[in-house]
């Protein structure tokens, strides 16, 4: 032991003497010491030459939805399209916009700058140059102090280290409708009262997603998401994040660039559309027009996609299987074996067209501008047809009137509830956003009811006289109106359309009830708690078109359940790939859907046996198809009872007469 431990310490004394040794000639040979030429190691933080500033991200953002309209490329106006054209001296002045360092002295900040704080001390103008015409586009609070520590800290750009051979996807490589809505306001106006943008808002929507999660364990991952916010699917926001914490360009929904700047058609179901990223003018836009029309140079490139005009590219996202091989939603396949497909009736006649749920081409429909584009003069653009894009559906906005469709800058930074402490300012502009939103919800609401009156109607057949004390049959039809697919389609086990009949004798009795609800708000079904608990009968007579999830149970019977997870034989859910495929036995093997749906021109009908009591006298009979989208069970095992007033029954259509009885 003791010789290994004198051996080391004799190599150590050699290494000692030769380094010493070493700094002896290198002393002869230089005349310096070694601490006067040695060199520290390199710090661990260097000092970071390139142009960084998020900020940047922030301010580009408000210049791109606010400004970009006038201020183009070859426009006569700043080019704001690009940090190295916001950084070019001005046109006509020869002088930088943007002063580094000087946020006072930069032009920039002096047209957008105001006091909208209403400070009777400050120096900043009443109301700012720009932007000039709507206040609510007025910059808030927030987004001054981002400007102005922007261009105090130098205004610089946003840049990855060139070591960083990946550029991760941000919120802002995205373009947002607002662009879009400077230069297409007529698009803009219909696509926001519309279901594409209110896809990822809906409240039902969001708490269906995190009960999936939850019951999945996870696994379901952005399966339902990737339809309802291809963006924020794209930059990494996973299922489990709330609305709350989503980006501004996520709850966009289906925006703009989901369908304008898809380049080829993508034939795959369950919503895995690639949204390409990039600025306005970084890429194309594809439209249904061959040629586009450019006058001044200044707009985004544009070109042909036959694909956007076909039904196809509308069963990307409207028909979904689950990864277990459950067929969601089969509004494409219906379509596909439809009247309406064999007479080259698309999706976009019916949906896009100037009549709700009634085919008209394109050749047919309106004309005129689709673009209006600032400083150019409209007779430069041609006339087109005009597609509708508030893609109507029977679908409906579940959110205050201050949060849909439009909402203001200034009120992700205020509580805008608390009326008391606002700006004069900020209570004009709430008021403003309430009428507009308001006049919006309506439109949506008139189309949506156009809509479901043009999908079907009922016949009823029944006696014009009865005897007392007998049975009398009251015989109901209900009449598909739509050619393009099943009625009700989509989500069908959300969606209700059944028929509501009610006899009530001259004392005001009623004699015979189907159709009518429970305490809850649910048919006496399956799926209504007094039912089941027993406190209700059973609707035998029930004529409802709503199609339901079924599962297998551990019996070998089946059982229907409003949440699609098969909890009976697997109580913790895993969604993994399915060992066998489902096409080889037509279904999955422990869950289906029952499809209980009208098909397209179809006719089905329920004759209701009614015994009449002893009172004699006209007898009044209505008939109602009725429809809603959402069921209150629903709701309830979602976790969110406390919007189940906002569930609205629709009467598609009506009938009343009155049988006398003797």
């Excluded at 584009?373 to 007779?379: K, R």
């Excluded at 949060?403 to 930074?413: A, H, N, S, V």
């Excluded at 009865?466 to 009398?472: I, P, Q, T, V």
Aim: proline share 8%.
């Amino acid at each position: 032991m003791d010789r290994p431990a004198k051996r080391i310490r004799g190599h150590r004394w050699t290494v000692l003497l030769l380094v010493a040794g070493w700094l002896g000639i290198s002393f002869l040979v230089t005349g310096e010491s070694i601490e006067d030429s040695a060199e520290a190691a390199p710090p661990v933080v260097r000092d970071n030459t390139l142009p960084y500033n998020k900020d940047w991200l922030e301010v580009h953002w408000v210049l791109r939805t606010k400004c970009s309209g006038c201020h183009r490329p070859n426009s006569g106006q700043h080019d704001f399209s690009t940090y190295e054209a916001v950084m070019a001296d001005g046109e006509f002045s020869g002088e930088p916009i943007v002063i580094p360092g000087l946020p006072e002295e930069s032009l920039l900040w002096k047209y957008v700058n105001w006091n909208h704080a209403f400070d009777p001390d400050s120096d900043a103008p009443e109301r700012p140059d720009m932007p000039p015409d709507d206040k609510g586009e007025w910059l808030s609070k927030g987004q001054l102090e981002t400007l102005h520590r922007w261009i105090e800290s130098g205004a610089l750009e946003y840049v990855l280290p060139p070591t960083c051979d990946t550029s991760p996807l941000l919120e802002t490589d995205f373009v947002s409708a607002r662009e879009c809505a400077q230069c297409h306001p007529r698009q803009y106006e219909e696509w926001s009262r519309s279901m594409h943008a209110y896809a990822q808002h809906s409240p039902v929507f969001e708490a269906f997603t995190l009960t999936m999660v939850e019951r999945t364990g996870g696994t379901i991952g952005t399966f339902c998401t990737r339809c309802h916010t291809p963006i924020g699917v794209s930059i990494g926001e996973d299922a489990s994040m709330r609305n709350v914490h989503r980006s501004r360009i996520s709850m966009e929904g289906v925006t703009c660039v989901v369908c304008h700047r898809l380049e080829k058609p993508f034939y795959k179901a369950s919503g895995r559309l690639p949204v390409t990223p990039g600025l306005l003018r970084d890429g194309c836009m594809y439209g249904p027009f061959k040629d586009s029309v450019d006058p001044d140079g200044s707009g985004h490139p544009a070109e042909e996609a036959a694909h956007l005009t076909k039904s196809s590219f509308c069963g990307s996202c409207h028909d979904v299987t689950n990864p277990v091989g459950v067929r969601l939603e089969e509004a494409f396949s219906e379509w596909q074996n439809s009247p309406a497909a064999k007479q080259g009736i698309s999706c976009q006649d019916c949906h896009m067209g100037p009549i709700p749920g009634v085919p008209v081409k394109a050749c047919d429909r309106p004309f005129g501008k689709v673009a209006v584009v600032p400083g150019i003069d409209p007779d430069m653009l041609p006339d087109r047809p005009l597609s509708n894009h508030s893609f109507v559906g029977p679908d409906y906005s579940m959110l205050p009137d201050t949060e849909f469709p439009y909402k203001l800058d200034w009120m992700y930074e205020t509580d805008y509830r608390d009326t008391k402490n606002l700006t004069p300012h900020q209570r004009e502009t709430l008021t403003h956003l309430r009428v507009q939103n308001r006049k919006q919800l309506a439109k949506a609401r008139n189309l949506r009811f156009e809509l479901l009156k043009n999908a079907a109607e009922i016949r009823v057949e029944h006696p014009r006289e009865a005897n007392r004390h007998r049975k009398m049959k009251v015989h109901v039809d209900v009449v598909s109106k739509t050619a393009g697919h099943n009625f009700p389609t989509g989500f069908t086990a959300e969606r209700q359309v059944w028929v509501e009949l009610i006899l009530v004798d001259p004392l005001g009795r009623t004699v015979f009830s189907s159709g009518d609800l429970d305490s809850n708000g649910d048919l006496r079904d399956e799926h209504s708690h007094e039912v089941e608990a027993g406190h209700l009968h059973w609707d035998r007579h029930l004529l409802n078109f709503q199609s339901k999830f079924t599962l297998l149970t551990v019996q070998g019977t089946e059982r229907s359940v409003i949440i699609p997870v098969n909890r009976d034989l697997t109580p913790i859910n895993v969604v993994r790939p399915n060992p066998a495929p489902a096409q080889s036995f037509g279904r999955p093997a422990d869950f289906r859907v029952a499809k209980a749906s009208l098909p397209p021109l179809d006719t089905m009908g329920n004759t209701y046996p009614i015994r009449l009591g002893d009172c004699a006298g006209p007898h009044r009979l209505r008939v109602r198809l009725n429809y809603r989208n959402l069921p209150p069970a629903l709701f309830d095992k979602i976790g969110i009872p406390h919007l189940k007033h906002l569930i609205e029954t629709v009467v598609i259509d009506e009938y009343e007469s009155v049988i006398d009885v003797r």
